[in-house]
């Protein structure tokens, strides 16, 4: 069997005339002359699946225009595909069959109804003339064959670690993707996590017993933290004779999933496709450009941000705190502050801060007070947690799920604020504090991550279907792909100080960086 692998980028291709008689990474044409031609259409560049080591590796592709690809690890400026496990890897002799979405009445006025394995989505693209090609995923979608057949498919679904918007929609969209697409009709929900695998009952699902789950937050399946055990785990789904499992979760239940995959079910040779959907409302998912869930919090977020402004404004010397989620990452303190306009300061784990002397906090706040008589601030929860263990002497504990446990950040600047103006400063202030993490996390998903949910389900329940294992999917320049599930966990999504967007917010709020450009460019 062959993988085709053609010079498609996701926006931009070269044209066949600018490719030079020597190879396909010389330097690119100008602009004006870029065109969406195919190189498949004339001479196909393929590599035979038995030359590509799938898992953790990057195929660096250097093709000529004789059609030969070399895949070798030498050239740094070839194309680079980072591809995803497939079960013929360590099934050779396994069988395919047409797609039976090829007589789906949905589908039947669909111009393009399969994704080519041609296709590919670049991480970058933003790029120069002369820049490497870079790296690609795989483009999510149905492919032309699959190697289950509907009858014999039997999947089921989990539900690992902290809620999160959509966690329910997401379940939803895979029973009835699986259902209504390929006919698949044994779809167990595994209850309470990876220990449900091992230690519940698991139950029946179908379209008609999710049909309004996505109308309520959490998830009914119900989750936990830890209890991975990847023998039992893995043990239970031969017996139970499941043979595709999606997983939902976050880093950590990603690495979970990775383990089954490559630890025990390829070592066994077993027929079981295990497909990742990443899940955290924090959105610190490398990789993808949003995770599912956010955009709901961001929303849910301007509640809390207007209801303290309101009772801030109502009073003299009014001082809002609002903390909302952010262990490692600021984006939901940070989108949230930019979408209201009634911050005047965001304090993320991404920039450091100091309370006292100039250009500290307690100037900036009095400063404020003195301009409009009120002032919000908004907080992630993982910011300043080095000042609040100090000030607590605390020490360091993990949950269930290997993650730091936070202090309560929110709490201990607050008291910080009113020790400081009332009894330093001797000024009077009206402190207003609120959190509303644990309501924001409980809620249904809003109508853009409803439509996200979909998609991200579908494509989870494509690859599957189409043979591939061990793999996450997610949007990459807002095209789906599917991604090595090690690139998602190696490295967690963070604000980047030098960005735009973050200066966009200092611009907004007007607030102190607290950070010299020296220290900035440090951090980053």
Same mark, same amino acid.
């Given at each position: ?20 008689s020597?190879s ?6 100008p ?14 560049f ?60 949905a ?49 089921c ?9 959509g ?33 519940k ?10 049909n ?44 979970g $999933? #990775? ?7 390829? /070592?066994?040779? &077993?027929? =079981? ?5 990443? @899940?955290t ?16 919090a ?14 801030v ?63 919000v ?9 080095e ?6 002497? $605390? #020490?360091d ?6 993650? /730091?446990l936070? &202090?309560? =950040? ?5 008291? @910080? ?65 599917y ?32 950070l ?9």
């Open positions: 069997m062959e993988i085709s692998l053609t010079s498609a980028a996701q926006s931009l291709s070269l044209s066949r005339s600018s490719v030079p020597t396909l990474i010389s330097k690119f044409t602009i004006s002359s870029l065109s969406f031609a195919n190189f498949a259409s004339t001479n196909q393929s590599v035979r699946r038995r030359f590509i080591r799938r898992q953790n590796c990057l195929i660096k592709v250097h093709a000529s225009t004789d059609g030969a690809i070399n895949a070798n690890q030498e050239h740094n400026d070839d194309f680079v595909l980072e591809d995803v496990p497939h079960l013929t890897d360590f099934l050779p002799d396994l069988p395919a069959c047409p797609n039976p979405l090829k007589k789906s009445q589908y039947a006025i669909v111009k393009r109804t399969f994704v080519s394995p041609d296709d590919v989505v670049a991480q970058k693209i933003v790029v120069q003339k002369d820049s490497p090609r870079g790296k690609h995923f795989r483009r999510a979608g149905p492919r032309a064959k699959v190697y289950f057949q509907s009858e014999e498919v039997r999947a679904i989990v539900t690992c670690g902290g809620l999160c918007p966690i329910n929609t997401v379940i939803r969209e895979i029973v009835c993707g699986l259902k209504d697409m390929y006919g698949v009709g044994e779809i167990l929900g595994i209850q309470g996590g990876y220990r449900g695998f091992y230690s009952n698991t139950i029946q699902l179908t379209p008609k017993s999710v309004d789950v996505h109308k309520r937050g959490g998830t009914f399946l119900q989750t936990s933290r830890g209890g991975h055990d990847t023998n039992k785990i893995v043990d239970n789904i031969q017996d139970r004779g499941i043979n595709q499992v999606y997983i939902i979760g976050g880093d950590g239940t990603q690495k $999933a #990775a383990e089954i995959y490559k630890v025990e079910v390829e /070592r066994r040779g &077993l027929k =079981v496709a295990v497909a990742g959907i990443p @899940k409302i924090d959105n610190d998912i490398a990789v993808i450009d949003k995770s599912f869930g956010f955009d709901t961001v929303e849910e977020a301007q509640r809390a941000i207007n209801a303290a402004h309101v009772e404004e109502s009073v003299e010397n009014g001082v809002g705190i609002v903390k909302l989620m952010g262990r490692y990452s600021g984006f939901i303190a940070m989108h949230a502050t930019l979408a209201s306009r009634d911050v005047d300061c965001c304090l993320i784990p991404e920039s450091p801060f100091y309370l006292e002397g100039q250009g500290g906090l307690f100037e900036f706040i009095e400063e404020r007070l003195k301009e409009n008589s009120h002032i601030v908004v907080l992630a929860e993982g910011a300043g947690q000042y609040v263990a100090q000030s607590l002497h $605390a #020490a504990e993990k949950d269930a799920s290997g993650n /730091r936070l &202090l309560d =950040v929110g709490l201990w600047l607050t008291q @910080k604020i009113k020790d400081h103006f009332t009894k330093v400063r001797k000024m009077g202030i009206n402190m207003k504090y609120i959190d509303p993490t644990y309501m924001i996390r409980a809620v249904p998903s809003n109508a853009s991550d409803n439509i996200y949910c979909t998609l991200l389900a579908q494509s989870a329940v494509h690859g599957a279907m189409a043979g591939f294992t061990g793999f996450t999917v997610g949007p990459v320049n807002s095209r789906h792909a991604i090595p599930i090690s690139r998602v966990t190696e490295a967690q999504n963070t604000v980047k100080l030098t960005d735009r967007m973050w200066a966009r917010l200092l611009a907004s709020t007007n607030q102190p960086s607290f010299n450009s020296e220290v900035v460019q440090e951090k980053s």
